[in-house]
T-cell receptor, first 114, second 113 residues
Framework: AQKITQTQPGMFVQEKEAVTLDCTYDTSDPSYGLFWYKQPSSGEMIFLIY??????QNATEGRYSLNFQKARKSANLVISASQLGDSAMYFCAMREGPANNLFFGTGTRLTVIP | NAGVTQTPKFQVLKTGQSMTLQCAQD?????MYWYRQDPGMGLRLIYY???????DKGEVPNGYNVSRLNKREFSLRLESAAPSQTSVYFC????????????FGPGTRLTVL
């Protein structure tokens, strides 16, 4: 089974609107971390936001927030007030327990429309 | 601070040739990683080094070797390149632990003919 599932290959959003990118995960480990990365067309991987499995509150970083629903095993990324520069690929990733490696989803390509 | 640097940025090899991808970080991180990214897929871990002097296999280690030269540097070697190794290679580093956020280098685009 896939550890990280991103079901939206592509999403469109109007500039200044909010958008939610979906991510579901699969783990039996009670201790895990969830991450979102942005990959613009230039190719680099940019860290956006982190949520720990024991964190009580949803993580927020500026215009980014993570909608963490533990029982549903979902960790959706919410981008508020979209900007043209938000157009990129977005990857959800998970680290399980003490393991070092991240498991990545296949990504969602977000296009912001002026 | 440069963060994580990788050389080269681009490389074209013929089948059977060997090469080493270099990675260095200046953030004093203990852990370093090598991933590959194929079209339409997320990143997959090739090898990682939890700390200086240790290396371990990741999800797709076949055809690769690594060396943790010191705390700063972690190299990836392809001994006999194959077309299936055409990919974009990313190096990353992090502190240890669950919240150890991984910071990535700019990537190396490798084509094997």
């Amino acid at each position: 089974a896939q550890k990280i599932t991103q079901t939206q290959p592509g999403m469109f959003v109007q500039e200044k609107e909010a958008v939610t990118l979906d991510c579901t995960y699969d783990t039996s480990d009670p201790s895990y971390g969830l991450f979102w990365y942005k990959q613009p067309s230039s190719g680099e991987m940019i860290f956006l936001i982190y949520q720990g499995s024991y964190d009580q509150q949803n993580a927020t970083e500026g215009r980014y927030s993570l909608n963490f629903q533990k029982a549903r095993k979902s960790a959706n990324l919410v981008i508020s007030a979209s900007q043209l520069g938000d157009s990129a690929m977005y990857f959800c990733a998970m680290r399980e327990g003490p393991a070092n490696n991240l498991f990545f989803g296949t990504g969602t390509r977000l296009t912001v429309i002026p | 601070n440069a963060g994580v640097t990788q050389t080269p940025k681009f490389q074209v090899l013929k089948t059977g040739q060997s090469m080493t991808l270099q990675c260095a970080q200046d953030m004093n991180h203990n852990s370093m990683y090598w991933y590959r990214q194929d079209p339409g897929m997320g990143l997959r871990l090739i090898y990682y080094s939890a700390s200086e002097g240790t290396t371990d296999k990741g999800e797709v280690p076949n055809g690769y070797n690594v060396s943790r030269l010191n705390k700063r540097e972690f190299s990836l070697r392809l001994e006999s390149a194959a077309p299936s190794q055409t990919s974009v290679y990313f190096c990353a580093s992090s502190e240890m632990g669950l919240a150890g956020i991984q910071f990535f280098g700019p990537g190396t685009r490798l084509t094997v003919l």
